[in-house]
Structures are given as C-alpha cells and as structure tokens.
C-alpha cells in the first residue's frame, strides 16, 4: 500500500476503484467532463493544491489530458503533480468495447504499472502508519448527517474549513478527509461545539 498525502485527482469511480487498491490516501473524481462546470470542486482542488499539493491521474487519451490541462490552468497557486500511465492498447473488462483511442484509462492498468506511474510522478510516498479516516458514520454520530439540523452543522463545519456552501454531505466528507484526520476533525467539531455553547 502506498501512503501518499497529496490528494490524487482521477477521472471516474472506476479508477478510483482501482487506486484504492494500490494508494491509501484522498482520491478525488472529476467525473470526466463535469469538473469543467464544477467550481465547489475547483475550489476543493486549489486549497489541496496549496496545502499539500494534488497528484492528477488522468488517462493517457485526448480527454484525459484535457481534464489534465484544465485543472493546471485553473489552479494558480499551490503544487501540482502529474502521474502519466502508458499507451496501452486494450479494452477495460466492464465495457462492451475499446474506448475511442482503443487504449486502456486508468481502470484498466494493472497495479505495478500504476505504481510506477506514481513513483515517477516525483511525489513522496509517507511510510507511516495509515490514516485514520472520518466515516459516514462519524458525521451521523456527530449529528452532521440523519438529522433535522444537519444541514446547519454542515454549514459551520463547511465555514470554519472555508470551504463553498454547496458542498453536499458526500463531498464534504470527501473533502475532511483530504484536508485532516479523524482525530483533527474531532477536535473541529469539539471546538465548533464549544463556541456555539459560549454564545448562548
């Protein structure tokens, strides 16, 4: 397993699928074309960006490297790493045919190739213990999620992160889980909790 703290930036759930079995660490979807229009997103990326910097993963076809080029135009600030996988030609098992440049994307590599690919990316792999990640059920037990004032709950967390407003609960918790640790994010909402009891 590979420890990275940059978040790693991937087109679609099946490539994050198969990352996660090689990478233990934030992986983020674009869902392909979406993140063009997708600014909660964008904003997401420029703050890793500039906190520990983000790893892109596209795949190696026309559209991947759109993707690739986009979010490198639209995140000024911070630090960007680029992981390239090879021209492969092939069909990923779950489709009825070849892609439109009939090489494989990222669903489709195998894991050593992967890791290779992000050896070269120039990024440091973190040989320390695993991440203690936030849960769903975390944000349930912690009212954020299941409740009549979740919403607002959010909405502080969201606020005191500096994070976009619209953020639904999967992307926030997407989102926590990039930028700390459960028991940083506990802390959070201690201190959050607190606040709000000294204003009463």
Not at 111 to 117: G, M
Not at 118 to 142: A, C, H, I
């Amino acid at each position: 397993m590979i420890h990275l703290r940059q978040a790693v930036v991937v087109e679609g759930k099946y490539d994050k699928i198969r990352l996660s079995a090689l990478v233990d660490g934030p992986i983020l979807v674009t869902n392909g074309f979406r993140i063009f229009k997708n600014r909660e997103q964008m904003a997401l990326l420029r703050r890793l960006a500039r906190q520990d910097g983000i790893l892109i993963l596209t795949d190696s076809d026309a559209a991947g490297f759109k993707i690739r080029n986009y979010i490198k135009s639209a995140v000024p600030d911070g630090k960007i790493y680029h992981a390239y996988i090879p021209e492969i030609l092939g069909k990923e098992a779950r489709k009825d045919r070849p892609s439109k440049e009939g090489t494989l994307g990222v669903e489709g590599m195998q894991l050593q190739v992967l890791a290779a690919a992000l050896q070269k990316s120039g990024v440091l792999f973190d040989e320390g213990p695993k991440k203690d990640p936030v849960t769903r059920m975390d944000f349930y037990e912690n009212g954020l999620s299941g409740g009549p004032d979740s919403s607002q709950k959010r909405l502080a967390v969201l606020q005191k992160l500096g994070l976009p407003r619209y953020l639904s609960a999967a992307a926030l918790l997407e989102a926590v889980n990039a930028l700390m640790n459960r028991e940083e994010f506990l802390r959070l909402l201690d201190g959050l909790d607190r606040f709000r009891q000294d204003d009463v």
